[in-house]
């Protein structure tokens, strides 16, 4: 520690950090240069993992503890039909088809086959990816999209890992420290990425609370037993300090993150969250789980369309042609590029090291605190 004063002392003795900002798990983007970037510079990087084989996990993080000697942690979901997927044979025929007649409107562009077909099952690695963790005695263990069990909390203390849950809910925030949660991260609606729900709700449910409403609840319901991250719509210093002012004892961060110079979106995707039009939209279009986005063709002709999203993960891989295809041909409208309501607030693809120093600073300024 550097021997100032941390801005939040509990979650900085719980996680064993110095500045009370968290990088969310973000698949293809916290990869373990910008998780040890985050980390080295007293913040908590957290690497994603998911459907990623146990082989890459356990590499990934090995490579940040080469890289760091501070703490860090991984993400998985813990959706229920993440974990295990649901049989494809079991989806109806039409919802198959209405489905792939959305795709397939754009799969000419790219002159790839139109297609009324089942998507395969993806292999459930979840499960494998946890005993990997457990064996790897990782620092931090953070889950979205669901709860861990007590068990499952029982065995990360076990090995000394503490365990952060992100939750949408009060609910789901007093069921997390009700099975030994270390800490929780309320995530409002303005999130870019997944609602953080461990089972799939009706739009209208899903796309509820915001964080400021919501982190005010968490706290008051528990925040006298574990400390709070505000997740959602928080770009800056100012966010941070708003947030502490509610309760909250730190922030996670996804958007802010994914426009860093180690992060490992692609150019296109910072391009486009630093400037012109960040319109964002909630759709279940991309992976079948609901999600903030940017606006584009794919997410208006799909909310048009009416169709009904496969479950699990199973309308990525109905997709995975398509949207391959758009990432590896630089195609902006058909390719998830996930994004939260502040996006448009971003100018710039700053280090890690500065958007951590940068926020606190501003923090520290905005709360009169030396
Ligand atoms: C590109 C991206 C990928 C994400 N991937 C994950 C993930 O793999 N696991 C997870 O728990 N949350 C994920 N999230 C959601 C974040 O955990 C977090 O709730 C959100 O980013 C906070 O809002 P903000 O984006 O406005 O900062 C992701 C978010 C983004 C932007």
């Known amino acids: 520690m550097s021997g100032v004063t941390p801005l939040s002392p509990r979650l900085s003795r719980v ?26 510079a007293g913040a908590l990087g957290v690497i994603a993992s998911l459907r990623l084989p146990p082989d890459v996990v356990r590499k990934s993080i090995r490579a940040v503890r080469a890289a760091t000697d501070k703490p860090f942690g991984v993400n998985i979901w813990l959706h229920d039909d993440v974990r295990t997927s649901p049989d494809p044979a079991s989806i ?28 395969d099952a993806p292999t459930d690695l979840v499960d494998e990816a946890l005993e990997i963790m457990i064996e790897e005695k990782i620092p931090v263990f953070s889950a979205g999209l669901g709860i861990p069990e ?42 870019g990425g997944h ?22 609840a968490v706290v008051s319901a528990i ?28 922030v996670l961060l996804g958007t802010r993150f994914v426009a860093t110079t180690e992060s490992g979106a692609s150019d296109l995707w910072k391009t486009r ?45 109905a997709g995975q042609d398509l949207f391959s295809a758009a990432k590896q041909l630089g195609d902006d409208q058909l390719q998830p590029l996930y994004a939260g309501t502040a996006a448009d607030q971003l100018s710039d693809i700053p280090s890690a090291a500065d958007v951590v120093h ?10 009169g605190s030396s």
Request: proline residues 4%.
């Open 15 to 40: 996680l064993g950090i110095e500045a009370p900002i968290m990088q969310s798990g973000m698949a293809g983007v916290a990869g373990p240069e910008l998780v040890a970037a985050v980390s080295n």
């Open 358 to 367: 940068d926020i606190v600073a501003e923090a520290r300024a905005v709360l």
């Open 92 to 119: 109806p025929d039409d919802i198959v088809r209405g489905a792939q007649a959305v795709l397939n409107q754009f799969r000419s562009r790219f002159e790839l086959e139109p297609t009324l077909a089942r998507p």
């Open 273 to 317: 969250l630093t400037t012109g039009d960040r319109s964002t939209s909630f759709t279940d279009g991309f992976t079948g789980q609901w999600a903030r986005v940017l606006t584009s063709e794919f997410t208006e002709e799909w909310e048009q369309s009416g169709a009904e999203a496969l479950p699990g993960l199973l309308q990525a891989a």
């Open 150 to 191: 007590p068990a499952l909390v029982e065995q990360f203390h076990r090995v000394g890992t503490k365990v952060v849950c992100m939750v949408a809910t009060v609910e789901d925030a007093e069921i997390a420290v009700m099975n030994g949660a270390d800490a929780v991260a309320a995530q409002g609606s303005e999130a």
């Open 195 to 216: 609602r953080s729900y461990g089972q799939k709700h009706a739009r209208a449910a899903a796309d509820r609370n915001l964080t400021a409403n919501l982190v005010s």
């Open 223 to 250: 925040g006298a037993h574990v400390p709070v991250l505000a997740a959602g719509g928080i770009v800056d210093g100012r966010g941070l300090a708003a947030m502490m002012k509610l309760g909250a004892e730190g």
